[in-house]
């Protein structure tokens, strides 16, 4: 993963030239915003992405890489008009594809998609099989459109949501309204509602069956466990300046002690140890403009990719976080971005062709990061 390009491939499309590709490119006729892997086994090397237009309807495009040719297609019957753009897409996370093949989305409400396919056994469709393509009786139908304000029919509008692997059943939303909310998405009903910051909520992550964590406008992290929904433990709060908006968490998987969160407007990225509140364990100081997205590694509990502004997506080996203590803090923050300076570098770096606003890692092939840049998807393997 290093230097940029489009994903251009040999006409030959041998299984040697496949194997040596390392990025394939997507044009999307907007400017992409939200976007996301297929977590089921069956769906190898499927995407949602959706645009960002300053009108009501939207679009998001379920995309798949054909590895045979190498080109990454859109198949026109999973595409759909979306109200507003999305903030946030996800599947379903089911890998051994046990549940329906779900899509969601957060905007002014969180709404849940089923994607059907003529392989389901459904009669009408095996009809249509036998004499038109595969693809053709694709469709993506709505589901459940779910707000959370039980007083309007309007609700503050979601700037994320999480989906829980343990128990696929909850979603948690996070809002403007100050809110998080766990959703009961088989009910279709509330299962909690919390106040859970005095400004905006802009992220939430799980990290297990009852216990999330939110970042949001006020500067601090919370972790809530719904066991205990009276309290919640402050992680961390941004200090330079106090109160400075925290914009995005991602909670490690591999590792639940450790998260990692971004100030807003900021080219560094705080990675906590939820065992030692308030003090960063390390500062990644190497990006040169305001990092947009984080994804810790599915596969490694120390690795994460971070990525940003300055058109850069940088993976980050951590293992010696723990160790090297202060070495690894970026020489407290204050020294600019150089090689001398004490910080931690990254392992790998790639350069985009514009800034680069989504990032996410495939939890079912892990050797593959998908970007998303301008009018452009990238998935790059790592």
């Known amino acids: 993963m290093g230097g940029s390009g489009g994903g251009e491939r040999t006409p030959e499309g041998s299984e040697e030239q496949q194997k040596r590709s390392e990025i394939y490119t997507y044009e999307a006729p907007w400017h992409i915003y939200a976007m996301n892997w297929s977590v089921r086994r069956d769906k190898k090397y499927r995407l949602a992405i959706a645009s960002l237009l300053e009108q009501y309807p939207n679009r998001v495009e379920i995309v798949q ?113 100050t809110t998080c909310t766990i959703w009961d998405i088989e009910r279709e009903a509330v299962d909690t509602q919390l106040i859970a910051h005095d400004k905006e909520v802009y992220d939430i992550a799980w990290g ?66 939820i065992r030692f509140p308030t003090l960063p364990v390390v500062e990644l100081h190497r990006h040169q403009a305001s990092v947009n997205a984080i994804a810790w590694a599915p596969h490694s509990s120390c690795h994460i990719c971070t990525a940003g502004d300055d058109s850069q997506a940088l993976i980050w080996d951590l293992s010696s976080m723990g160790t090297t203590g202060g070495s690894a803090s970026g020489g407290g923050g204050q020294q600019p971005a150089s090689a001398a300076d004490g910080g931690l570098d990254p392992i790998l770096a790639y350069t985009a062709g514009a800034e680069i606003e989504q990032l996410q890692w495939s939890s079912t092939q892990p050797d593959w990061v998908a970007i998303a840049f301008s009018t452009k998807l990238q998935i790059l393997r790592v």
């Open 65 to 177: 890489l054909d590895d045979s040719t190498g080109e990454i297609r859109c198949d026109p019957a999973l595409s759909f008009e979306h109200p507003y753009p999305p903030t946030k897409t996800m599947f379903v996370p089911d890998r051994e594809c046990l549940r329906p093949d779900l899509l969601a989305t957060s905007a002014d409400f969180l709404r849940i998609w089923r994607i059907s396919s003529d392989d389901e056994g459904d009669d009408e469709n095996n009809k249509k099989s036998n004499s038109s393509s595969k693809s053709s009786s694709s469709r993506v139908e709505l589901r459940s459109l779910l707000n959370g304000n039980r007083n309007s029919e309007f609700c503050g509008p979601l700037t994320s949501f999480d989906w829980n692997e343990a128990e696929p059943r909850r979603v948690g939303t996070s809002s403007i309204d």
């Open 208 to 273: 297990g069956v009852g216990v999330f964590a939110s970042v949001s406008a006020d500067g601090s992290v919370r972790v809530f466990d719904l066991r205990d929904k009276e309290h919640s433990t402050i992680i961390y709060e941004s200090a330079d300046p106090p109160d400075t908006p925290l914009v995005r968490l991602g909670w490690n998987k591999q590792d639940p002690r450790y998260m990692a969160t971004i100030i807003m407007d900021s080219a560094k990225v705080v990675v906590l140890d």
